[in-house]
T-cell receptor, first 109, second 114 residues
Framework: GQNIDQPTEMTATEGAIVQINCTYQTSGFNGLFWYQQHAGEAPTFLSYNVLDGLEEKGRFSSFLSRSKGYSYLLLKELQMKDSASYLCAGVDSNYQLIWGAGTKLIIKP | GAVVSQHPSWVICKSGTSVKIECRSLDFQATTMFWYRQFPKQSLMLMATSNEGSKATYEQGVEKDKFLINHASLTLSTLTVTSAHPEDSSFYIC??????????FGQGTRLTVV
């Protein structure tokens, strides 16, 4: 079956760095997305990886290892507004999105 | 990025009535639109996949006669919750994609059935 695993909840301190991991098992693989979702709002796009390696975009970076079925989202210089859920979604051979349950990130001052 | 507009943002309706939610891609043509439901503190649950001009494909456990989906054009899909009941109260979100690109989400609709 297809499955996306990510931690349910993480806590970090304002100004620090946090890494949110995601492991995936999909039928075929056509990339992996990370989305941010604030409570009561729709998800917003953060990143898309289809090749191995690290993609940096400002304070957020995303990494992919296809051989390990593994990705992480790295958030630097954490701000209080980064408190949100972070959703990992794999793209299968039919280009369908397989969603993880999301990681709730709590930022403390 | 591309813009997907979902309307209304929130709606309260009486039990037994029907509610229509619209999802529009404003600056691109969406070959596929998706409808999700999300209960508090839970992940997105895909309800159905809608392709323009054809019948929607519903996920297992989703009643197609209760959740009517119409994708009449490449820029508009609608979800109608028929004979709504309190257990249908949820956050409904649409998203649109052009082939294998990222999914662009609407703002979501919070439905409360009283």
């Amino acid at each position: 079956g297809q499955n996306i695993d990510q931690p349910t909840e993480m806590t970090a301190t304002e100004g620090a760095i946090v890494q949110i991991n995601c492991t995936y098992q999909t039928s075929g693989f056509n990339g992996l997305f990370w989305y941010q979702q604030h409570a009561g709002e729709a998800p917003t796009f953060l990143s898309y990886n289809v090749l191995d390696g690290l993609e940096e975009k400002g304070r957020f970076s995303s990494f992919l290892s296809r051989s390990k079925g593994y990705s992480y989202l790295l958030l630097k210089e954490l701000q209080m507004k980064d408190s949100a859920s972070y959703l990992c979604a794999g793209v299968d051979s039919n280009y369908q999105l397989i969603w993880g349950a999301g990681t709730k990130l709590i930022i403390k001052p | 990025g591309a813009v997907v507009s979902q309307h209304p943002s929130w709606v309260i309706c009486k039990s037994g009535t029907s509610v229509k939610i619209e999802c529009r891609s404003l600056d691109f043509q969406a070959t596929t639109m998706f409808w999700y439901r999300q209960f508090p503190k839970q992940s997105l649950m895909l309800m159905a996949t809608s392709n323009e001009g054809s019948k929607a494909t519903y996920e297992q456990g989703v009643e197609k006669d209760k959740f009517l989906i119409n994708h009449a054009s490449l820029t508009l899909s609608t979800l109608t919750v028929t004979s709504a009941h309190p257990e249908d109260s949820s956050f409904y979100i649409c998203s649109a994609r052009v082939r294998d690109t990222e999914a662009f989400f609407g703002q979501g609709t919070r439905l409360t059935v009283v």
